[in-house]
Nanobody, 119 residues
Framework: QVQLVESGGGLVEPGGSLNLSCVVSGSSLSVYGMGWYRRTPEKQRELVAR???????YYLDSVKGRFSASRDDAKKTVYLQMNSLKPEDTATYYCNAYLGMGWPVAWNWGQGTQVTVAS
């Protein structure tokens, strides 16, 4: 059974940075694109960034130039470097493998990691 464990979230002031990690167990990453998603109580889960198996990336318009997704297939780990954080980035962040171009996702969701951007 595949397990996803996200970490690296926390409370940060506007303009700050965080580096999220997602460790995958129970599956190889090499054949999958990997995505970072976020959800708030007010919004449905949305795709924030994806890094395809060939390392090509896609970003939600609102995070372009601030977020950077990467992957290390040998370590079965996906990363999301978040810079110049804004209050509207506050959300619970999740990773998952995707089928297609970001949706649907391949595995059950992990617990996520909370990111709070506030003064």
């Amino acid at each position: 059974q595949v397990q996803l464990v996200e970490s690296g979230g926390g409370l940060v002031e506007p303009g700050g940075s965080l580096n999220l990690s997602c460790v995958v167990s129970g599956s190889s990453l090499s054949v999958y694109g990997m995505g970072w998603y976020r959800r708030t109580p007010e919004k449905q889960r949305e795709l924030v960034a994806r890094v395809h198996h060939d390392a090509t990336t896609y970003y939600l318009d609102s995070v372009k130039g601030r977020f950077s997704a990467s992957r290390d297939d040998a370590k079965k780990t996906v990363y999301l470097q978040m810079n110049s954080l804004k209050p509207e980035d506050t959300a619970t962040y999740y990773c998952n493998a995707y089928l297609g171009m970001g949706w649907p996702v391949a595995w059950n969701w992990g617990q996520g990691t909370q990111v709070t951007v506030a003064s």
